[in-house]
DNA sequence: AGAGTTGGTGGGAACGTGCCCACTAGATGG
DNA sequence: CCATCTAGTGGGCACGTTCCCACCAACTCT
């Protein structure tokens, strides 16, 4: 960055510049013994908004008509109403909903956490694809969507604590790993709560995840069918239930066709690009003679492929490879990338609608549901 | 492979464990009809979570002592204040942000408005990026980060009714359109509002972006390094300052090199891949002969590679290719993508400190930030 | 010693809404 | 014609917080 990329616009003519900002961490501190408000004096205030009251007073009813027009409520006569509407209109009254969830204890808004320590958004595409899920299902209804990306423990402790605050009526968690505890923290503290993805098959709180297992194998079923004997792994993290499961489903398949526990060719990864690349590296060392690789994820198969053809591998004339998740990136890689789909987006709509479910009726039994996977060939394998 | 997509995990019918399960959740669920307030009459509320009047009387002072605890006001004893942290302490207490809220009209919370219909979060890194330098920026202070998407009118309308009724403290705007109505009438309401980038360069509300213009004269400076001569362009929208401002600069750089603007090549795309690879085949019916693509962001470059590779040319030997952006998508595209780097992560920080300021004082001149962007050279030009 | 000046303190009054409940007027029933 | 109902209405209160202001005790300064 060179020295003058900033400049600052020509000077507003608000009054503005004789309030100096401070330093300070505290916002209030400094208004305390400053003056009186601002949009005080002024008759037209600009900034105040028509309240329940204002709108009451011009269609000459009481506040509980005002708010029961507001609410549709049927117990509003015809021409109260449309005195109501009428009043509503001419001052362009919307509620307030900081106000309202005062007493009605519901903030409207959802949580969605992403660890984004792990797995960065923006190069692992199966956040993105969730967040849009989440977001989709979520325009119907009038509930706003808070994303919380947790790099560190610092932000985790801030999330709790802003789950604390009550600012949120449910939290979606994706990607949990087995022993976070989070997850039981958020249902201890009654917060409604859906996983993406589960940390246990029997797990308590409600989750929607992929079928992972199955999809796993009919990777490697599908490798097989290609003639490959020498199938490597590589698996994600193993305290993850998605880690495990894929490898699961992998090593299920490879028994099934004879091939014995113990000539498993597995390294376990952390779904990056980069973790990838290395238990490739150390794959090819062990066992040269690899023909093919199930990557648990397609990014980590983007990192398998660039490591496969840094060390002189053709795919998939010499090595096979398949991903998992079918993400956009599953199309641009080179060659384009055999892969498991799984569906994502339905996953991120599935969570946001049993979420708010849950949140309509907590008593609501908790809902497990797996969602089935394809497997899409290209030109990997 | 089957039609059933949808099967629930086995444990369904154990409902009654669930329920036992659920008892501990939320008292309030069915209290809707029922009978008085649960809370009411018991002396020990469960589930009601202490209140700052709780607070002062286990620790015998007032309420406004606790506050003042609270909110680190100096004007406190150290005596009450030890009192008052212990009593926080022993119950758990967290102020509530709603109450609170209702009556700093403060919601510590902003929005970061992404138009979904024209680029989808997930496929455009752009926003994925945008949203970390946001999300990090904002870690640090207690401001929440609420994300829409927006894909159609109706979840315009119902952007417009959310920020009316006061829900966030500003806005934040990504990929705006020259004649977008929306920054105006969230100027005029009042609410603090930041641009990642700009309608034009005198634009009245703040903004930040990167020196589109600079960097892609940069890039076509390059491609006649390479000793290109025949260098096409595909443009964004040109309702959009950044579809415009990178056309420009392209053009400049050539008429610069003495290619006199009537044999300037020409496509505007829409930043998707797919607008990209019409465009790119349009540029080579007119123009069998060219030698460069200049592409106005690494996803329409990524389009183009894949639509010159079905139509037989090879890159870099027979066509060079720049992109813009440097996301990561640049490094995993065939041959990897020589580009523009702009900061993108940080235009997200930037503006979202740049909102933060603005909220804290709202006379405060605004802001113009053009940051610069610099030439990664890669194996596709 | 009285008058001012501090550092602390707490009660009352908002903030804008939903809901309970007491009330009215007109309709219905006997 | 009175008693009873019912649709409709609005005032009061509560939600949990902050802020204004009135107050108090202990100093300091004439």
Redesign the pocket.
Known sequence: MSGDTTREAPGRERSGSREQRTAGREP?SD??GQGP?LDRGQNTAPD??P???T??ARA?????????V??GS????????EAVLAAIAELG????S???G????RTNAVALVIPESESRLGSEPYFSAVIRGVSAALADTRTQLQLMLVRDQAERDQLTQSVAERRVDGVLLVSVHEHDVLPSLLESAGLPTVLAGRRREDDPLSYVCSDNRGGAAAAVRHLLDRGRRRIATVAGPQDMEVGRSRLHGCQEALVQAGIPARDHLVAVGDFTEEGAREAMRSLLERAPDLDAVFAASDLMAAGILLELRAQGRRVPQDVSVVGFEDSYLARHTNPPLTTVRQPTEEIGGTIARTLLREIENPALPRTRLVLDTELVVRESS
Do not use: D, M
């Open positions: 209030r208004s305390r408000r105040s908004r309240t329940i009251k709108v009451a000459g009813v009481g506040r509980t008509t005002v708010s029961r507001v609410n049927e117990l509003v006569s015809e021409k109260a109403r009254y919307v509620p307030n900081v106000a309202r005062l007493v009605t204890r």
